[in-house]
């Protein structure tokens, strides 16, 4: 299993900005598929982005244009950079590793409140 954990959750006001971070515990880190996944209040947890190992990268419809990810394989560190926040973003967001088709670990989650 990959321990992860999640930092830079927070409030902020629409418009606004948040970056997401994932570290890593795993020393085959660029190796893994990295996901990020939110889920709010009342909802299924949904795939908000994708990176795989070789950086392509995958959006839900939602988020696209507002929201990167990206990776630090040196740092074993995915990232989330969030632009143009909306209120339904509001949830928690959790990282998710995954080695082929085998999720390997799941962060603790860290929540993103969007409120105006």
């Known amino acids: 299993q990959v321990q992860l954990v999640e930092s830079g959750g927070g409030l902020v006001q629409p418009g606004g900005s948040l970056r997401l971070s994932c570290a890593a515990s795993t020393n085959i880190f660029n190796l893994h598929k990295m996901n990020w996944y939110r889920q709010a209040p009342g909802k299924q947890r949904e795939l908000v982005a994708e990176?795989?190992?070789?950086?392509?990268?995958n959006y839900a419809d939602s988020v696209k244009g507002r929201f990167t990810i990206s990776r630090d394989n040196a740092e074993k560190t995915v990232y989330l950079q969030m632009n143009s926040l909306k209120p339904e973003d509001t949830a928690v967001y959790y990282c998710n590793a995954q080695l082929g088709q085998l999720s390997r670990g799941w962060g603790q989650g860290t929540q993103v409140t969007v409120f105006s």
């Open positions: 990176i795989t190992t070789g950086g392509s990268t």
